[in-house]
T-cell receptor, first 114, second 114 residues
Framework: KQEVTQIPAALSVPEGENLVLNCSFTDSAIYNLQWFRQDPGKGLTSLLL?????REQTSGRLNASLDKSSGRSTLYIAASQPGDSATYLCAVRYGETSGSRLTFGEGTQLTVNP | NAGVMQNPRHLVRRRGQEARLRCSPMKGHSHVYWYRQLPEEGLKFMVY????????ESGMPKERFSAEFPKEGPSILRIQQVVRGDSAAYFC????????????FGQGTRLTVV
């Protein structure tokens, strides 16, 4: 069964701290992996897309890594700010056998305290 | 580029009524996906469509739910004879092509069945 797990479920940090969110997936035959941010009552904002051939992607204070062999991805947020408070979702495309759908983790709810 | 547009943003239906949710993909995107997010749960895939074709409906309940993406106009997710358990946020995403491309999400339609 193709599953995506995110740990921790919730995280609270003081402003300015660097932090890491974890995502693990059960099948290493992924096509790509995408990190999203979801604010309460809102839609999903795409943060980073990593293709299976890539090891990492960076955008501003965000860096996402991918290790297919271990079935893991991490999202690193540098110098966190209160505006980073949101739920962060990891989603995996498992490739042609699963069509083009994304399989989502349950998310990590991040709170950055001023 | 206006992004993925969903309407209505909020929809209230009485049990037994029909709900119609609309999704206009990003300009130039011909691939549309519908996901459902139940309260306190993660996003679950429902259906994947390309223009005029249903590619994968494995996540959609076989009864009462249907989806279409006509040659002209938005994609429609239709729920007949709604029940309280259908109350959820329904998200639409689009991508330029299938597997390799980034998926962009709309703001969602929050359906409440009373």
């Amino acid at each position: 069964k193709q599953e995506v797990t995110q740990i921790p479920a919730a995280l609270s940090v003081p402003e300015g701290e660097n932090l890491v969110l974890n995502c693990s997936f059960t099948d290493s035959a992924i096509y790509n992996l995408q990190w999203f941010r979801q604010d309460p009552g809102k839609g999903l904002t795409s943060l980073l897309l990593i293709q299976s051939s890539q090891r990492e992607q960076t955008s501003g204070r965000l860096n996402a890594s991918l290790d297919k062999s271990s079935g893991r991805s991490t999202l690193y947020i540098a110098a966190s700010q209160p505006g980073d408070s949101a739920t962060y979702l990891c989603a995996v495309r498992y490739g042609e056998t699963s069509g083009s759908r994304l399989t989502f983790g349950e998310g990590t709810q991040l709170t950055v305290n001023p | 580029n206006a992004g993925v547009m969903q309407n209505p943003r909020h929809l209230v239906r009485r049990r037994g009524q029909e709900a119609r949710l609309r999704c206009s993909p990003m300009k130039g995107h011909s691939h549309v996906y519908w996901y459902r997010q139940l309260p306190e749960e993660g996003l679950k895939f429902m259906v994947y469509l390309q223009k005029e074709n249903i590619i994968d409906e494995s996540g959609m309940p076989k009864e009462r739910f249907s989806a279409e993406f006509p040659k002209e106009g938005p994609s429609i997710l239709r729920i007949q004879q709604v029940v309280r358990g259908d109350s959820a946020a329904y998200f639409c995403a689009s991508s330029l092509t299938g597997l390799g491309n980034e998926a962009f999400f709309g703001q969602g339609t929050r359906l409440t069945v009373v």
